[in-house]
Nanobody, 121 residues
Framework: VHLVESGGGSVQAGGSLTLSCAAS????????MGWFRQAPGKEREGISV???????GYDNSVKDRFTISNDYAKATLYLQMDSLRPEDTAMYYC????????????????WGQGTQVTVSS
Protein backbone atom coordinates (compact mmCIF):
# COMPACT_ATOMS: atom_id res chain seq x y z
CA VAL A 1 0.00 0.00 0.00
CA HIS A 2 1.52 3.29 -1.06
CA LEU A 3 -1.04 5.76 0.33
CA VAL A 4 -2.45 5.48 3.85
CA GLU A 5 -5.18 7.80 5.06
CA SER A 6 -5.93 8.52 8.71
CA GLY A 7 -7.75 11.06 10.84
CA GLY A 8 -11.35 10.24 10.04
CA GLY A 9 -13.98 9.91 12.72
CA SER A 10 -17.33 11.10 13.97
CA VAL A 11 -17.98 14.76 14.68
CA GLN A 12 -20.94 17.04 15.19
CA ALA A 13 -21.94 19.61 12.60
CA GLY A 14 -19.74 22.67 12.83
CA GLY A 15 -16.79 20.65 14.06
CA SER A 16 -13.37 20.06 12.52
CA LEU A 17 -11.19 17.15 11.49
CA THR A 18 -7.76 16.88 9.92
CA LEU A 19 -7.13 14.02 7.52
CA SER A 20 -3.63 12.81 6.76
CA CYS A 21 -2.33 10.75 3.87
CA ALA A 22 1.09 9.17 4.33
CA ALA A 23 2.77 8.45 1.02
CA SER A 24 5.95 6.88 -0.17
CA UNK A 25 8.52 9.48 -1.21
CA UNK A 26 8.17 8.23 -4.79
CA UNK A 27 4.45 8.90 -4.81
CA UNK A 28 4.94 12.31 -3.27
CA UNK A 29 6.87 13.31 -6.39
CA UNK A 30 3.82 12.69 -8.59
CA UNK A 31 2.52 15.76 -10.43
CA UNK A 32 -0.75 16.05 -8.53
CA MET A 33 -2.25 14.70 -5.34
CA GLY A 34 -5.82 15.05 -4.27
CA TRP A 35 -8.59 14.26 -1.83
CA PHE A 36 -11.77 12.58 -2.95
CA ARG A 37 -14.87 11.35 -1.20
CA GLN A 38 -17.65 8.89 -1.80
CA ALA A 39 -20.94 8.83 0.04
CA PRO A 40 -23.16 5.72 0.04
CA GLY A 41 -25.04 5.43 -3.24
CA LYS A 42 -23.08 8.27 -4.83
CA GLU A 43 -20.18 8.49 -7.22
CA ARG A 44 -16.69 9.32 -6.02
CA GLU A 45 -16.07 13.06 -6.31
CA GLY A 46 -13.00 15.23 -6.20
CA ILE A 47 -12.92 17.84 -3.45
CA SER A 48 -9.41 19.22 -3.42
CA VAL A 49 -6.15 18.86 -5.34
CA UNK A 50 -2.62 20.20 -5.02
CA UNK A 51 0.00 20.27 -7.73
CA UNK A 52 3.72 19.82 -7.34
CA UNK A 53 4.03 23.56 -8.03
CA UNK A 54 1.79 24.30 -5.06
CA UNK A 55 -1.29 25.20 -7.08
CA UNK A 56 -4.44 24.18 -5.23
CA GLY A 57 -8.02 23.66 -6.27
CA TYR A 58 -11.27 23.07 -4.40
CA ASP A 59 -14.72 21.92 -5.28
CA ASN A 60 -17.31 24.61 -4.59
CA SER A 61 -18.93 22.42 -1.95
CA VAL A 62 -15.85 22.64 0.29
CA LYS A 63 -14.27 25.92 -0.74
CA ASP A 64 -13.59 28.23 2.22
CA ARG A 65 -14.14 25.33 4.64
CA PHE A 66 -11.44 22.81 3.70
CA THR A 67 -7.69 23.42 3.26
CA ILE A 68 -5.30 21.10 1.48
CA SER A 69 -1.58 21.13 2.25
CA ASN A 70 1.45 18.90 2.07
CA ASP A 71 4.67 18.32 3.95
CA TYR A 72 7.41 17.10 1.64
CA ALA A 73 9.75 16.26 4.51
CA LYS A 74 7.15 13.91 5.93
CA ALA A 75 5.74 12.89 2.53
CA THR A 76 2.30 13.54 3.94
CA LEU A 77 -0.77 15.18 2.44
CA TYR A 78 -3.30 16.86 4.72
CA LEU A 79 -6.89 18.02 4.52
CA GLN A 80 -8.04 20.41 7.24
CA MET A 81 -11.82 20.29 7.37
CA ASP A 82 -13.69 23.01 9.25
CA SER A 83 -17.37 23.87 9.61
CA LEU A 84 -18.29 20.30 8.80
CA ARG A 85 -21.82 19.55 7.64
CA PRO A 86 -23.85 16.32 7.63
CA GLU A 87 -23.54 16.26 3.81
CA ASP A 88 -19.76 15.94 4.23
CA THR A 89 -20.32 12.41 5.55
CA ALA A 90 -18.44 10.03 3.26
CA MET A 91 -15.40 7.81 2.86
CA TYR A 92 -12.45 10.05 2.09
CA TYR A 93 -9.58 8.95 -0.14
CA CYS A 94 -6.28 10.43 -1.19
CA UNK A 95 -4.85 9.74 -4.62
CA UNK A 96 -1.95 10.63 -6.90
CA UNK A 97 -1.38 11.09 -10.61
CA UNK A 98 1.25 12.27 -13.07
CA UNK A 99 -1.41 13.98 -15.16
CA UNK A 100 -2.27 17.67 -14.74
CA UNK A 101 -4.37 18.39 -11.67
CA UNK A 102 -8.06 17.74 -12.11
CA UNK A 103 -11.05 16.90 -9.94
CA UNK A 104 -11.78 13.86 -12.12
CA UNK A 105 -11.13 10.66 -10.11
CA UNK A 106 -10.54 8.81 -13.38
CA UNK A 107 -7.29 10.69 -13.88
CA UNK A 108 -5.75 9.30 -10.68
CA UNK A 109 -4.12 5.90 -10.63
CA UNK A 110 -2.82 5.46 -7.10
CA TRP A 111 -5.35 5.34 -4.26
CA GLY A 112 -5.41 4.83 -0.55
CA GLN A 113 -7.87 2.61 1.33
CA GLY A 114 -9.92 5.53 2.63
CA THR A 115 -10.93 6.90 6.01
CA GLN A 116 -14.53 7.38 7.13
CA VAL A 117 -15.87 10.79 8.12
CA THR A 118 -19.28 10.98 9.75
CA VAL A 119 -20.90 14.31 10.60
CA SER A 120 -24.02 14.32 12.74
CA SER A 121 -26.54 17.14 12.95
Amino acid sequence: VHLVESGGGSVQAGGSLTLSCAASKFLFRRNCMGWFRQAPGKEREGISVIGRDGTVGYDNSVKDRFTISNDYAKATLYLQMDSLRPEDTAMYYCAATDLPCTMDPGAFDDWGQGTQVTVSS
